[in-house]
């Protein structure tokens, strides 16, 4: 079993496949879901509560975004997330965001930029509050929403699947050692750094932004290996 943390699944507001879909990320990231590790939809299934359609579904949508790979007859095995991948991730994100941002400083009007300061500020209160999901799901917000005042859905979309491909390991320890509310405060300097005009400080957080969530992935990548090599039996 994969012994999930109990999640509130049914909602007449969304998708049963869409809410199976963010309770699987939602483990991805933290953690309860390890890579290599092969799950059945039934079991997983039992977990939440639900058949195994909507899970099967959820699944072949993750795959679909690389998180998980189909393993005929047998379920779905959680793919294992290199360090060259995060790098690379990470290159590609530097290459589009950080000279975009300097776009958006220099044509965005203030009250967009302003409009976004309670995304900004819900980011630190999750952080804070110690609530990884809702951290994760404003920090998607903010950027996206960011990235949105080109006005090129192309790029928002982009970016949006590099972020789902880029799943955060063992964010909960990183959590507990209190290095989330930093980067969650970088959001708030990244917003008055525009609203002032100051293009170049604006893109050189950025740069450093993405490189502190590059950080936060190794660390909680080598966490994340070590409780799974705790768990494995003795040979």
Same mark, same amino acid.
Request: proline share 2%; no cysteine; glycine share 8%.
């Given at each position: 079993m994969a012994h999930l943390k109990p999640r509130k699944i049914i909602s007449v507001q969304e998708h049963l496949r869409d809410q199976v879909a963010h309770a699987l990320r939602a483990a991805l990231i933290a953690g309860e879901l390890r890579p290599g590790v092969v799950y +059945? /939809?039934?079991?997983?299934?039992?977990?939440?509560?639900? +058949? /195994?359609t909507p899970v099967r579904e959820a699944m072949l949508d993750l795959a679909r975004e690389g998180l998980v790979e189909a393993i005929r007859n047998k379920g779905f095995r959680v793919t294992e997330m290199t360090e060259r991948d995060l790098d690379n991730y990470t290159e590609i994100r530097r290459l589009i965001e950080i000279p975009t941002i300097g776009l958006i400083t220099t044509t965005a009007e203030p009250e967009q930029l302003?409009?976004?300061r309670p995304e900004a500020e819900e980011i630190v209160a999750a952080a804070r509050e110690h609530d990884l999901i809702g951290y994760l799901e404003a920090d998607r917000r903010f950027h996206l929403d960011l990235l949105s005042l080109t006005g090129n859905d192309?790029?928002?979309?982009?970016?949006?699947?590099l972020r789902k491909r880029s799943r955060l390991y063992g964010l909960t320890e990183l959590d507990q050692a209190g290095v989330l509310v930093d980067s969650a405060q970088e959001h708030i300097r990244l917003l008055d750094l525009m609203l002032s005009g100051d293009a170049e400080g604006a893109q050189e957080l950025m740069r450093h932004h993405l490189g502190h969530v590059r950080t936060l992935?190794?660390?909680?990548?080598?966490?994340?290996?070590?409780?799974?090599?705790?768990?494995?039996p003795s040979r």
């Open positions: +059945s /939809a039934p079991t997983l299934a039992a977990e939440f509560g639900v +058949s /195994a302003e409009a976004l192309h790029l928002v979309e982009v970016v949006g699947d992935w190794a660390a909680g990548k080598q966490e994340a290996d070590k409780r799974s090599a705790l768990r494995l």
